[in-house]
């Protein structure tokens, strides 16, 4: 019984170095969501995919975060030129589809730091 | 108009005590109100949840008091356990016209349940 996966637990960085952060969605949901969760700050949306939708962009917080999803399932959030601010846990969720009431379930997520 | 305030930021209750957390909410589209609970170093999950539509919903020793008019709901939890002691998020849900099931979080609760 796979959860949500993501990888690396933990990234460390240096300011201006571009990172990778991976997730591995439920086998069979459609709908991954990545959300940005910083120190005694709630969960910040930041990109949905849906199906073979379009992605909801719209809480990207720059142009150097970007990410995609290939063949449906796994996920990846590139953060290019990282800044001390974008330290944070990146966590990524994933449902069965994008119906309303359908519940997220969320990996542990990655804790990123930028020195 | 996308907040949704979380109070308090902490809280303590003695085992066998209620906790209640409290939460508003600005935009009246916002048609689902899901409660998360989140362990440290691991993601959150999904505790209940409740719709528009009803005043209450009660899960076991949690319980959400949704207020429509006020534009705000509440956890309670009943007989507080220290297994209870975790952060908690209240969220709502986006009104994007379906086109996206992204979640509008709180800020988060840490409760302390003492022995």
């Known amino acids: 019984g796979a959860g949500v996966s993501q990888s690396p637990s933990n990234k460390v960085t240096e300011k201006g170095k571009d990172v990778e952060l991976r997730c591995d969605p439920i086998s069979g949901h459609t709908a991954l969501y990545w959300y940005r969760q910083s120190l005694g700050q709630g969960l910040e949306f930041l990109i949905y995919f849906q199906g073979n939708s379009a992605p909801d962009k719209s809480g990207l917080p720059s142009d150097r975060f970007s990410a995609e999803r290939t063949g449906g399932s796994v996920s990846t959030l590139t953060i290019q030129r990282t800044q001390q601010e974008d330290s944070a846990v990146y966590l990524c969720?994933?449902?069965?589809?994008?119906?309303?009431?359908?519940?997220?379930?969320f990996g542990p997520g990655t804790r990123l730091t930028v020195l | 108009q996308q907040q949704v305030k979380q109070s308090p930021q902490s809280l303590i209750v003695q085992k066998g005590g209620i906790s209640i957390i409290n939460c508003a909410y600005e935009?009246?589209?916002?048609?689902?109100f899901p409660w998360y609970q989140q362990f440290p170093g691991k993601g959150p999950a999904l505790l209940i949840a409740?719709?528009?539509?009803?005043s209450e919903k009660k899960e076991g020793r949690f319980t959400i008091s949704f207020n429509k008019s006020a534009k705000q709901f509440s956890l309670h939890i009943m007989d507080s356990q220290p297994g209870d002691s975790a952060t908690y998020f209240c969220a709502a849900r986006g009104p994007e016209g379906g086109a996206t099931n992204k979640l509008i979080f709180g800020t988060g609760t840490l409760l302390a349940v003492q022995p």
């Open positions: 969720a994933s449902s069965l589809d994008g119906l309303t009431y359908r519940e997220q379930f």
């Open positions: 935009n009246t589209a916002f048609d689902y």
């Open positions: 409740i719709r528009p539509d009803v």
